[in-house]
């Protein structure tokens, strides 16, 4: 079987569903594209629905606890634009955090482990960027985790951040990501170069932003948005962080910023992470009987030496083992010495 299709919504699977209590999900009425597209928002705010209260629980992640510190963010890559936001990280030896979607990295694998290797942090985007607020529970269960399955097949570990596409989530949401051990995260910050294809945008503004929020005097550090999907907003990247090193900010990961640096993953380990420890072996509830494709990535490393998501063979127990063999060599002497000794004697 291969993945499912790219920037569609994946297929529901029993396995994934399976690690969610669902009795423990709160039963917030699903929402309606329409009603996101036209800006209508619910009469009551019972769930605390992100985008039109910009309500928030005590576990959201929306700001950087320590001022100066910024955790800079990009959303919606792999692609190819993000070899040049890499690129320019390397040079100054800045680590950020990418919130990547599933079905991207399946053609652009080497990317994100590129990303991943050199240090950077990778968060969950869901598999096909869609509302979650609009998809039933079990098809937002797996959104993140056919998300999180293709980046553990990309680099090994498993991410503990999730970020809701456009910011939609309200209490049902929080709950599955708890479940599930992911940490959501959002911003404080929106450079709003996502507006840069609409009439009248100037894509100076984005800059301008970032200047302006330079001057603020909040007690917080901050979690800025961009992205990486368009060449026109990943080429702001260098204009961001040049303004906010000048600016003198510490530009971190998000998980770093928050007082676990390097706690990324899963297989981290981190104190307080919500982890789900059960583990179902149910069938996968598609057609299809075999699981998702090894997704092999090979990059340069920093010596120049080919590495690759392809695990070594293991060593054949058939080899033979000289020192046994020698062993019985010598007893055999000794015998034969020995009926000769007796036999002379």
């Known amino acids: 079987m291969g993945w499912p299709a790219l920037d569609v919504p994946p297929p529901n699977r029993a396995d994934f569903t399976a690690k969610v209590n669902l009795k423990k999900v709160r039963n917030a009425p699903l929402n309606l594209v329409s009603n996101i597209a036209n800006g209508t928002c619910p009469t009551s ?11 928030t629980r005590p576990d959201d992640i929306l700001v950087c606890p320590n001022v100066n510190d910024w955790g800079l963010t990009f959303d919606d890559g792999p692609t190819n634009d993000t070899i040049a936001i890499l690129d320019l990280l390397k040079s100054y030896n800045l680590k950020i955090t990418f919130f990547v979607v599933g079905s991207r990295v399946v053609s652009n694998s080497a990317i994100l482990l590129r990303a991943f290797q050199e240090g950077h942090q990778i968060g969950v985007h869901t598999w096909s960027h869609h509302y979650l607020t609009t998809q039933s529970t079990e098809e937002v269960i797996a959104e ?3 998300g999180a399955e293709i980046i553990k097949n990309v680099t090994g570990v498993r991410p503990l951040y999730m970020r809701p596409p456009f910011g939609d989530y309200d209490d049902r949401i ?5 479940q599930l051990g992911y940490k959501v995260a959002i911003w404080d910050k929106d450079s709003s170069d996502w507006h840069f294809n609409d009439t009248g945008f100037d894509i100076s503004w ?12 909040s007690t917080t550090g901050h979690i800025s948005l961009e992205h990486d999907l368009f060449n026109v907003t990943a080429k702001q990247a260098p ?3 040049d303004i906010l090193m000048k600016a003198k900010r510490n530009i971190k990961p998000v998980a770093d910023c928050l007082g676990y640096p390097g706690i990324y993953y899963n297989e981290s380990k981190p104190p307080t992470a919500n982890t789900t420890t059960t583990t179902s072996k149910a069938a996968i509830s598609t057609a299809a009987s075999k699981p998702p494709p090894t997704v092999t990535s090979s990059v340069k490393s920093n010596s120049g030496s080919s590495t690759s998501s392809t ?3 293991a060593k054949s127990s058939s080899a033979i083992n000289y020192s046994t063999s020698w062993l019985f060599i010598y007893i055999g002497f000794f015998l034969i010495f020995s009926v000769n000794y007796y036999y002379y004697v």
Do not use: G
């Open 311 to 313: 695990p070594t063979p």
């Open 239 to 241: 204009i961001v962080v």
């Open 45 to 55: 705010d019972a769930y605390c629905y992100y985008p039109c209260s910009k309500c």
């Open 206 to 217: 984005i800059a301008s932003n970032f200047t302006a929020w330079m001057s603020d005097k």
């Open 144 to 146: 993140l985790e056919w």
């Open 174 to 178: 929080r709950d599955i990501a708890t």
